[in-house]
């Protein structure tokens, strides 16, 4: 069984603090998944990164795919309450099934 | 165009009852997939149905089962509900079928088991 390991699992910080959550496993995945999920709603799709190494970066957001496609990083500059929310990444195996974190549950007080 | 709908949004059952859950996904999506999330498992792949064939499956046992329709709309069913069952079931429909595709998720429905 693949595992993502999330860390950390919560994490409450004041508006324009940065921060960075971490993605960790021992298996390879073909890609990484980053979704945002909030309170009665379904995850959003943030960015996929597929390439080791690979940075992608979204406003505000980073994204980074370690070298060895076994783990990935999610760094956020000057943090915002809209920011808040639960942050899940989620890594396709070879079987094309997406195999997620435990998440990671931001809030970020004004 | 519009999003994955769920149905119901919530759903109240006792143990032993079975339950059916819809989700119909964004019009030209002919994939969707199913997945559960509890606070202590986090999200958790059940299924996934393309032209209303099942392409994959997660480790769930027998109780969980699926089906999708011609017009891709999908159903789940539980059956004999444990109180472990409770839980946000959520679906997700992508153009094609993988979990490479981009996946676009409904509110889901909160089941709770008494």
């Known amino acids: 069984t693949q595992l993502l390991e999330q860390s950390p699992q919560f994490l409450s910080i004041q508006e324009g603090e940065n921060l960075t959550v971490y993605c960790n496993s021992s298996s390879v995945f073909s890609s990484l998944q980053w979704y945002r999920q909030e309170p009665g709603e379904g995850p959003v799709l943030l960015v996929t990164?597929?390439?080791?190494?690979e940075v992608k970066k979204l406003k505000r957001l980073t994204f980074q795919f370690g070298d060895a496609r076994k783990d990935s990083s999610l760094h956020i500059t000057a943090a915002q309450p809209g920011d808040t929310g639960l942050y899940l990444c989620a890594g396709l195996n070879a079987g094309n099934m997406l195999t997620f974190g435990g998440g990671t549950r931001l809030m970020v007080k004004p | 165009k519009a999003g994955v709908t769920q149905t119901p949004r919530y759903l109240i059952k006792t143990r032993g009852q079975q339950v059916t859950l819809s989700c119909s996904p964004i019009?030209?999506?002919?994939?969707v997939s199913w997945y559960q999330q509890t606070p202590g498992q986090g999200l958790q792949f059940l299924f996934e149905?393309?032209?209303?064939?099942?392409?994959n499956k997660g480790n769930f046992p027998g109780r969980f089962s699926g089906r999708q329709f011609s017009n891709s709309r999908s159903e789940m069913n539980v059956s004999t509900l444990e109180l472990g069952d409770s839980a946000l079931y959520l679906c997700?429909?992508?153009?094609?079928?993988?979990?490479?595709?981009?996946?676009?998720f409904g509110p889901g429905t909160r089941l709770l088991v008494l």
């Open positions: 990164v597929v390439t080791g190494g």
């Open positions: 997700a429909s992508s153009f094609a079928h993988g979990g490479g595709e981009t996946q676009y």
């Open positions: 149905y393309f032209s209303e064939t099942q392409r």
């Open positions: 019009s030209g999506h002919r994939s």
